[in-house]
């Protein structure tokens, strides 16, 4: 079972910044797919962003161009930085790693990002 440990959330004026970091265990961490997740209070949990192993990345509207998912995979890493973050960026922020034939993959406990106005 693959451990994700989670870090970097916090509060935040509105138009500054956070780093977001997750460190996985295990092994073959270059092969799968990473992604971050948020579910603000009362809301399903959505997609933030996914990078494959092979770089390629997908972004949810609502971040595009603020938010940069990247990955260490010597460290068995994933960051998310966010800039520009609003008041809707507010949400709990879950790590997500999965081979990718496999979508359930492994969850990170969740780190709190709030976003003051």
């Known amino acids: 079972q693959v451990q994700l440990v989670e870090s970097g959330g916090g509060l935040v004026q509105a138009g500054g910044s956070l780093r977001l970091s997750c460190t996985a265990s295990g092994t073959f961490f270059s092969m799968k797919t990473v992604g971050w997740y948020r579910q603000a209070l009362g809301k399903q949990r959505e997609l933030v962003a996914t990078m494959t192993s092979g770089g390629n990345t997908d972004y949810a509207d609502p971040v595009k161009g603020r938010f940069t998912i990247s990955r260490d995979n010597a460290k068995n890493t994933v960051i998310l930085q966010m800039n520009s973050l609003k008041s809707e960026d507010t949400a709990v922020y879950y790590c997500?790693?999965?081979?990718?034939?496999?979508?359930?993959?492994?969850w990170g406990q969740g780190t709190q990002v709030t976003v003051s106005s």
């Open positions: 997500h790693v999965h081979f990718p034939r496999d979508s359930v993959g492994s």
